[in-house]
């Protein structure tokens, strides 16, 4: 892992941007003595680690004293994209501008996204768990389709976080049955781009006897801040 910038902030977090061959993420970690238990943390759909929400939940998680790490996949953020990329994302605004059914554009998009990011992302765990500063265990928050995968095929993860936002593949609502580590599951009851049903029916598939729906109403952006403050609770349970 190659850092190429850092900065002290505010908040007493120290953050990294790095490069890990072709792969960019950030590190964010807490100025403490003892190794802290680590979250990976990852956007809906592969959007850029620079995203300003999910910046802003990084950030507030390592002031509470968790390294929080991101990559973007690829396709994604800084990384170039194919041409397949791209007429994937062509087709998918003519398809929802036209108010077409996009479910199978976003299967031939996503599907190959989360194969691709898996294991990015364990590659990346490799070397975040390399660091003296970290300790785990390894928790996970964000992106459900990502998170599904690495929980079924990651053992080191010990509790995960899930957003019900994005498009979930169905190789990944036929995995979701597989996964048996603690879940908080996020959903937004109004959100214009997921069927409310299809995510109720995706919660009740996951495996784990230890799993937690929480609902608000509102749309796709709408999840009140307080579900920050929640997941730390969450993860504070089962990595702390």
């Known amino acids: 892992m190659h850092v190429t910038s850092e900065r002290h902030l505010d908040d007493g977090v ?14 964010w970690t807490p100025e403490s003595v003892a190794p802290a238990p680590l979250i990976l943390m990852a956007h809906n759909n592969g959007l850029p680690k620079a995203e300003p929400r999910l910046v802003a939940r990084a950030r507030l998680s390592a002031a509470a004293g968790y390294a929080v790490a991101t990559i973007d996949a690829a396709g994604c953020g800084d990384r170039p994209r194919s041409a397949a990329d791209e007429q994937a994302r062509a087709d998918l605004r003519r398809a929802m501008w036209a108010g077409e059914p996009v479910d199978e554009i976003f299967e031939s998009f996503v599907g190959p996204l989360v194969e691709k990011a898996a294991p990015e992302w364990q590659l990346a765990l490799d070397a975040f768990l390399a ?22 095929v990651e053992p080191r993860i010990a509790a995960a ?6 498009y979930v593949p169905r190789a990944q609502r036929e ?5 048996t580590v603690p ?3 996020l959903l937004q009851w109004d959100d214009e781009g997921n069927p409310r049903q299809r995510a109720l029916d995706l919660f009740d598939a996951f495996g784990t006897k230890e799993k937690t729906l929480h609902a608000n109403l ?17 993860f504070g349970r089962h990595l702390k």
């Open 161 to 166: 976080g899930f957003f019900a936002g994005g």
């Open 183 to 185: 879940l908080l599951f």
């Open 131 to 152: 660091l003296p500063e970290i300790g785990g265990p390894v928790g996970y928050s964000g992106w459900t389709a990502l998170g599904i995968r690495l929980a079924v």
């Open 14 to 27: 120290l953050e990294r941007e790095f490069t890990l061959g072709e792969i960019p993420g950030t590190l």
């Open 175 to 179: 995995e979701a049955p597989q996964v």
């Open 218 to 234: 509102g749309g796709h952006t709408g999840t009140p801040w307080f579900e920050r403050e929640d997941g730390d609770r969450f």
